[in-house]
């Protein structure tokens, strides 16, 4: 027996993800120009308020450079606002100005729109597919 690589459940979840975030990315990007880590800094900060680089970071699973060349050009676009952390001087904290929380509207309607078109493919085995997901990023693993 031999290792198949295209049987490996994390492979094909890694290559599900990859395939997936590239369709929506590309609507995003057709809509506002972003690139995944604009989006993902920008739909957590939508979630979060404001918050350290480090937490997205953490969060979003990218690099921390990732996230702080994210949060400069969405600062530089009007997006975001940089500002010092209250009690640690070494932390930036990000936080949505009023034209990315509008920008937030608009992407969130589209990806609820995204998710609605891959729950209808995916049709009732989407039931089975969530409750498999969580389990397998459930944070007490």
């Known amino acids: 027996m031999?290792?198949?690589?295209?049987?490996?459940?994390?492979y094909r979840l890694s290559v599900a993800a990859a395939q997936i975030s590239r369709r929506f990315a590309a609507r995003y990007e057709a809509?506002?120009?972003?690139?995944?880590?604009?989006?993902r800094v920008l739909a957590?900060?939508?979630?979060?308020?404001?918050?350290?680089?480090?937490?997205?970071?953490?969060?979003?699973n990218l690099?921390?450079?990732?996230?702080?060349?994210?949060?400069?050009r969405l600062e530089e676009a009007g997006m975001v606002r940089k500002s010092e952390h209250e009690t640690d001087r070494r932390l930036i904290v990000l936080e949505l100005t009023d034209e990315g929380r509008a920008l937030m509207r608009r992407l969130g309607r589209i990806a609820e729109e995204f998710q609605a078109e891959l729950l209808a493919d995916l049709g009732p085995e989407a039931a089975t597919l969530d409750r498999a997901l969580r389990r397998l990023i459930a944070p007490d693993r």
């Open 63 to 72: 690099d921390k450079s990732m996230v702080s060349r994210a949060a400069t």
């Open 44 to 60: 957590h900060l939508g979630r979060s308020g404001a918050v350290s680089v480090r937490d997205i970071n953490i969060r979003v």
């Open 31 to 39: 809509e506002a120009g972003l690139t995944i880590p604009e989006w």
């Open 2 to 10: 031999s290792f198949d690589l295209d049987e490996f459940l994390p």
